[in-house]
């Protein structure tokens, strides 16, 4: 059978080496990646030969601005891997999930394993990982690399998504936003295949310099769609790029609202 790649994404600490190592034995290969000096390893999984996993360098998003989110993004866009395991420190979970919003818009098989449950259950916090699944529209495991718990059933959901090819489903924006962002979706051309037609749709709106370089649009899509987000920043009082980051902190309010109990004691007094 053909060897299934999934990628080890997340923030940085997020226990992605923890996780690396429990699962292959800690045998990975250790290298760099091409042209940059962000380290790459690759090893397959123990329990599971046909999985190779990929330890990415961690990031806080997947903006192109530095050495290490530009790595993590061109694997993640680049066809090798099958899946992507997003790994989510669960005791920074509004923080964690900026970065998981913009895994998921890939449009790549992603399973969001929740890591460091041993201390979030410590703590006494309460994450419904059922919500939390249905909001993010994929599978989601509560996880401790460190005490080995829940991670074969994260290894089984990973090698169920790399086969299965389910893509999540993203959480919509704003109606006004999301508007924008399915007719930029329809002015783009026929080769962009449509599990990332969204992604690069989001990626237009913000002006994201690799998008206007790795779409080819027509000179007339590309006036196009400038018409259309310079008319939603004017309608917006905002610029393109901030109003996607406002739009990505309203969704992380409510799934943290919806999803997310504290311990008592752990909330705030002037709430
Ligand atoms: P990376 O930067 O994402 O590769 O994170 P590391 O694997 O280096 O882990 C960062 C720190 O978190 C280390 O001190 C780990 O021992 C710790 N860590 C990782 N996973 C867990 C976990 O499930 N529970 C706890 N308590 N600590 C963890
Ligand atoms: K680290
Ligand atoms: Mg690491």
């Given amino acids: 059978a053909s060897s299934l790649n999934v990628a080890l994404a997340g923030n940085p600490n997020c226990g992605k080496t923890t996780l690396f190592n429990l699962v292959t034995g800690q045998n990975g290969y250790v290298g760099n990646w091409p042209g ?22 961690g990031i806080y998003s997947l903006s192109p601005y530095s050495p290490e989110e530009r790595v993590s993004r061109d694997y993640l866009m680049s066809g090798v891997p099958d899946a992507v395991v997003n790994i989510v420190d669960a005791t920074n979970l509004e923080r964690n999930l900026y970065l998981s919003l913009q895994i998921i818009e890939t449009g790549l098989p992603t399973v969001i394993a929740l890591n460091m449950g041993d201390l ?10 059922k919500a939390l699944s249905r909001r993010l529209g994929c599978p989601v495991i509560m996880i401790s690399a460190l005490k080995n718990k829940g991670v074969d059933e994260l290894i089984a959901e990973a090698r169920q998504a790399a086969t299965q090819k389910a893509r999540p489903s993203s959480p919509a924006f704003d109606t006004s936003i999301e508007c924008v962002v399915s007719r930029i979706e329809q002015l783009l051309p ?58 990505r902190y309203a969704t992380i309010a409510h799934i943290i609202d919806d999803c997310l109990k504290r311990a008592p004691e752990k909330m705030s007094v002037s709430e």
Wanted: hydrophobic share 35%; proline share 1%; charged share 40%.
């Fill in 36 to 57: 940059v000096t962000v380290e790459k390893k690759e090893a397959r999984v123990r329990a599971d030969h046909q999985i190779t996993v990929t330890d990415l360098p």
């Fill in 120 to 129: 979030v259950e410590r703590a006494g916090d309460r994450i419904d990982t």
């Fill in 190 to 247: 026929a080769s962009v295949a449509a599990r990332e037609r969204r992604y690069w749709a989001v990626k237009l709106f913000e002006r994201d310099a690799d998008a206007l370089t790795r779409v080819h649009l027509s000179r007339d899509s590309a006036a196009c769609i400038e018409q259309l987000v310079s008319d939603c920043e004017r309608d917006c009082s905002d610029d393109a790029e901030s109003i996607i980051t406002s739009e």
